[in-house]
């Protein structure tokens, strides 16, 4: 991307109204939004060897995978979630919970990260968890209750200051009435229509039904879409509990996303969700399901008054299904082509703890979907957990990168026969 096309891009986004800046805008967001310099000139930097890095490898020899696959460390990164390979295969954008957002380089081409810096340092983030790009290279940020947008966020990461805009201002994703501590994990993607795709996790274990009639306006407890300025928002998905993954089917377009289901009915009920989505408006359940056909206590017995959309895949109760990929790459054998990789961050509300590992799932020629897992062992004979994947994506060479918050550390899973 020219400096000139850049220029021209920017300066269309910022005549859109859905990117006034308003006067509560932080100082600094004004500052880049205007393409000035905010004074931030430091970066933190993470070591990427050293004790630390060491026993992630030695966590790492322990993992299974199927034969021909391999498993090594890609780099070091605290508190790594969602994450976002730049289209142009130079820097990979790593989200957190907390209020960094993480800029991953590998500049020799080795497969092994050499640098791994906070992105945007002169930013006040609040739970970035969900980082998108665009195949013309703009970066959106999912914040709690914002998104940022960052043109050529690969030409300019380099930088502590960023060029960078509000999609969607600060207060406006969801009413500040309703922001919470619980859910909190926004992802984001663009579609094949060119939309972005955003889901909003509802705060609750269980929506009260005072709580339904915001959260269907909203699309807390669901999914929004919008046009990549940030205009034409729409509800496209309901009934969600909280998903924390989605991606569009390679060759039919159909929206695909995990959900995790409802604490405190017990160790193996109810299970969680795969779902599959073929048409905007769906609903898949929440609150009168608490996964699968596993009606909630709360909304026993009570008529439900949509038609509910039930999961692709019932997938084992509590085990956190997260991020997902669908696998496009030329690397793996030909059975994974369009498969699901997903990431199971395992169980918190369970006796003994299941997940901590990435499943596969392959779609038959009639749609039907089929998990088992693919690479495990980050729960120990003692049933503790030694990493929690969080998100699956896929590098320009067909290896996938998988995402750990626990450990803080991205791996990477590549084929050779």
């Known amino acids: 991307m020219t400096k000139l096309f850049l220029v021209t891009a920017v300066g269309a986004l910022m005549a859109s109204s859905a990117l006034a800046q308003s006067a509560n805008v932080p100082s600094n ?37 199927p034969d021909g696959f391999k498993i090594e460390l890609y780099a070091v990164v605290p508190d790594a979630r969602h994450m976002a390979v730049g ?26 990260a050499d640098e791994v810096k906070d992105f945007a340092p002169s930013l006040t983030f609040s739970i970035p968890n969900g980082p998108c790009f665009s ?65 909003l996790g509802q705060p609750f274990n269980v929506a009260p039904p005072e709580n339904l009639e915001v959260n269907t306006k909203w699309g807390i407890g669901g999914m929004i879409r919008m046009n990549t ?20 089917h390679p060759e039919t377009g159909d929206l695909w996303f995990t959900d995790n289901q409802v604490d405190g009915m017990g160790d193996d009920i109810p299970p969680g969700e795969l779902n599959h989505q ?55 054998p030909s059975e994974y082509k369009n ?22 799932t392959t779609i038959d020629d009639e749609g039907n979907a089929t998990m088992k897992p693919f690479a495990e062992g980050w729960i120990d004979e003692n049933g503790e957990y030694l990493g929690r994947p969080v998100d699956v994506a896929q590098l320009r060479d067909g290896s996938i990168l998988v995402s750990d918050d626990l450990a803080g550390a991205i791996y990477r899973i590549s084929y050779s026969k």
């Not at 905010?38 to 970066?43: L, M």
């Not at 699901?340 to 499943?359: D, E, K, L, Y």
């Open 229 to 248: 300025d940030g205009s034409g928002r729409e509800v496209y998905t309901y009934g969600i509990r909280n998903s924390v993954g989605h991606d569009f």
């Open 87 to 112: 289209p142009q295969g130079i820097v990979t954008i790593v989200g957190t919970r907390k209020d960094k957002v993480w800029s991953v380089t590998d500049r020799n081409k080795d497969r092994i």
């Open 278 to 332: 073929t048409a905007m408006g769906q609903h898949f359940g929440h609150p009168w399901y608490g996964g699968g056909d596993t009606r909630t206590n709360e909304y026993a017995g009570q008529d439900v008054p949509v038609e509910v959309v039930m999961p692709a895949v019932d997938t084992i109760a509590h085990a956190a299904d997260l991020g997902m990929t669908f696998y496009t790459g030329k690397q793996f």
């Open 339 to 360: 498969a699901i990789f997903s990431a199971q961050h395992g169980s918190w509300n369970r006796t003994t703890p299941v997940g901590a590992r990435v499943m596969v």
């Open 135 to 199: 195949k013309d290279g703009f970066l959106y940020i999912a914040e709690q209750n914002r998104v940022l947008l960052f043109p050529a966020a690969e030409f300019f990461y380099e930088s502590p200051d960023v060029a960078a805009f509000n999609l969607v201002a600060g207060g406006e994703l969801i009413p500040a009435e309703q922001e919470s501590f619980n859910h909190t994990a926004r992802v984001c993607k663009l579609g094949p229509d060119g939309k972005i795709y955003i889901s």
């Open 29 to 65: 967001l004004e500052k880049l939004s205007g393409f000035k310099t905010t004074g931030v000139t430091e970066f933190t930097f993470i070591e990427q060897s050293g004790d630390y890095a060491d026993g992630i490898k030695k966590t790492l020899e322990r993992i299974t995978l």
